[in-house]
């Protein structure tokens, strides 16, 4: 059936590096792709999304691409700042559903 | 613009009582979405609702759970009886639109003792 697969934490990284967190999903179909971050003492806040093949989602620095050909959506930023520290949640919706399927999450902290 | 907000944000309550959850979506959001984590495991759905009806409640885990949406406004879900594998944090969500970005608050974290 259909799933997602992301990479489990937890992530500790320096301020400035590279940060990557896979992403990956099996469907049938093709499902808008989205990741969600929840920082400390705050609820889930749409991060990026990207609704087709090719797109590319991104804000606050962080980056996704839609690609199809490895069903992967990873999440990228080329420099981390303590303030990004927060869980990371991969969370496709699948066609013909409204519901969010959530990866496991990822817990990235960053230090000084 | 009000974000989504839930009460209460904890709540501890002994196995087989009843609890009952409070959502506040968006004004003007007309679906409202439950999902819940239990601890250890991913962020679950529960169910959908489009103003006051239910548009799918495939995630519902059994018949100690009912959800309302008084008049397409907020909506509360009870557990009642409550057991102990009910424990986890409990999220609820809004969008105007039926697909795409969902607004989400802080969750309500149960604790069943």
């Known amino acids: 059936g259909d799933s997602v697969t992301q990479m489990e934490g937890p992530v500790t990284l320096s301020e400035e590096a590279f940060l990557t967190i896979n992403c990956t999903y099996t469907?049938?179909?093709?499902?808008?792709l989205f990741w969600y971050v929840q920082y400390p003492g705050e609820g889930l806040q749409l991060l990026l999304k990207?609704?087709?093949?090719?797109d590319k989602g991104s804000n606050k620095g962080f980056e996704a691409t839609y690609r199809k050909e490895t069903t992967s959506f990873h999440l990228e930023k080329g420099s981390v700042q303590v303030s990004d520290s927060a869980v990371y949640f991969c969370a496709p919706i699948w066609a013909g559903s409204y519901q969010l399927t959530f990866g496991k999450g990822t817990k990235l902290s960053v230090i000084p | 613009e009000a974000g989504v907000t839930q009460f209460p944000s904890h709540s501890v309550i002994e196995k087989g009582q009843t609890v009952t959850l409070r959502c506040d979506p968006i004004s003007g959001h007309d679906n409202l979405y439950w999902y819940r984590r239990v601890m250890g495991k991913e962020i679950k759905f529960l169910l959908h609702f489009v103003k006051e009806s239910k548009q799918d409640e495939s995630g519902m885990p059994n018949n100690r759970f009912l959800a309302e949406r008084t008049g397409g406004t907020y909506s509360t879900l009870k557990v009642q009886p409550a057991e102990l594998e009910d424990s986890g944090v409990y999220f609820c969500?809004?969008?105007?639109?039926?697909?795409?970005?969902?607004?989400f608050g802080q969750g309500t974290r149960l604790t069943v003792v």
């Open positions: 990207a609704t087709k093949a090719d």
């Open positions: 469907a049938t179909g093709y499902p808008s």
């Open positions: 969500a809004s969008s105007r639109q039926g697909f795409g970005e969902a607004f």
